[in-house]
């Protein structure tokens, strides 16, 4: 029984895994869009000061926001892969498969995680090549587990947006829609304290936030508003939510 629930899991995300392999134009966004980032604001903006920023220039301040700002847009394409096999019926041959949803659930998200972290794996590779170096090796590893948490959580929020949906032509949008302005306030481009008071308990409220907060912190150890543990509390907690929720929904979707 167990073998088969195994089977299933792998077999799911491998699946996953192909899909990224063999999906080229995803893999050209991927890294063309944060090198866009990388040079247009980071060699751009690389002689600017913003009031009291520690980091050496703008390129390293961004980097740790370009990491978090790329692990999330892999909850599109994890909604995305979802509203493609609910379109072609893939969904439902597999839920009536001799195996549980909880399998088929697990498989996905480890499947769906991998990728983001992989897409986040890149673009620190590139922080690396341009000369943005980790503080210290405890501080790669917690920014590797950062990486870890956003990756899963990434993926549970798009498991909870694209089981409530039907629309592959709005599902986009509505992604862009909720995830665009959370990123702005995440002080993955600027200091939130430069903004007007009200907005900074606003921002408290925003998990990316705490992803943006806890990977500065951990890779440049700078510009950081929280120290690391109290970010990796946050997103830790974020993180079974999402993929709580995530689960839920996406067993409870209608096929």
Known sequence: ????????????????????????????????????????????????????????DYTQFIAPGIIAMSIMSSSMFTGISVLWDKQ????????????????????????GATTALFQGLIILFIAFALGIFPASVTGLFLTLVFMVLSAFAAVGFGLVIASKMRDMQGFPLIMNLVIMPLVMVSSAFFKLDTLPSWIL??????????????????LINADNMFPPIV?????????????????YFFSKSET
């Open 201 to 218: 308990p606003v921002a408290q409220l925003n998990p990316i936030f705490y992803m943006v907060d806890g990977l500065r912190g951990s």
């Open 1 to 56: 029984m167990f073998r088969k629930e195994f089977q299933a899991i792998y077999v799911m995300w491998l699946r996953e895994i192909k899909r990224f392999i063999r999906s080229r134009s995803r893999m050209v966004v991927m890294i063309v869009q944060p090198l866009f980032f990388f040079v247009v604001l980071g060699f751009g903006l690389k002689s600017i000061q913003l009031p009291g920023m520690e980091s050496k």
């Open 88 to 111: 072609f019926g893939f969904l439902q041959e597999v839920l009536v498969a001799p195996v549980s949803r909880l399998s088929i659930i697990v498989g996905r998200t480890i499947g």
């Open 231 to 247: 970010d990796l509390l946050v997103v830790s907690v974020v993180c079974v939510v999402m993929m709580g929720l995530g689960s």
